[in-house]
């Protein structure tokens, strides 16, 4: 297993004008988070680390890239994220962010990894190590000149693709422009399109239907229109 964070990037936000000043305070509270958040998985073990009962929170079921708005909008008391986005919640919370780092809170837990088959490595030690190098190397260089490796990752996937790989594209949007990501922080879902229509050179606003890939993936095409401009069934 190659660990690829140094620490957990795990942290939890939340508003100071809601009288939240630690973990503790968040008994009673709402946290929303996607259902199958990891977040979620570890919660109990960072509420235990600080003499809570891991019950006694309320999850609140909200897309990934609607943490931020539902803050902002006070639907929800708290929520998680990696601090790769800090910024954003930073520039857009200001003063009135509430933050801890769940490192600094009791529990420093695994972030991303990468897991090898271990009858592979037993066999290929040697091609094993080479790929963590290479990674390591590939991080290293992504941190310290992040836009390039950000605009490979647009090239290598292409600019429509189906809602679950958008969210890859939500952050990569994030990463790549301070105008996308304030639009794509506060969950805006008709600014969000506008980055890709500027790339892609079609009108994102006509009708999509998704088509299967040759390698499985899902793309969304636009349909067909007639004369009128109606979408054609057949």
Known sequence: MFNVYAN????????????????????????GNPAGDGARTIWPALAKANGIDPNSVTWVNIDANSKLAALK???????????????IFQRELGDDMGFVAWKDAGLNTYGNTVIVNGDYLKKNKATVAAFVKVTQKAFAACVAAPNPCVQALIDA??????????????????????KYSKTVALGNPRRRTHGR???AGQDLHRP???????????????????????????
Do not use: C
């Open 8 to 31: 957990s990037p795990q942290g939890l936000y939340w508003l100071k004008s809601s009288g939240i000043k630690t973990v503790k305070d968040l008994a009673g509270k709402k946290i």
């Open 73 to 87: 909008a006070k639907s929800i008391d708290a929520t998680t994220s990696f601090y790769n986005i800090h910024h």
């Open 157 to 178: 996937n292409g600019a429509l693709q189906f809602d679950n790989e958008l969210q890859n594209w939500r952050l990569v949007e994030v990463l790549m422009s301070d």
């Open 197 to 199: 229509r500027l790339r």
């Open 208 to 234: 999509r239907r998704a088509v299967r890939r040759e390698d499985g993936l899902h793309q969304r095409v636009p349909r067909p229109l007639d004369q009128d401009g109606e979408v054609r069934t057949a």
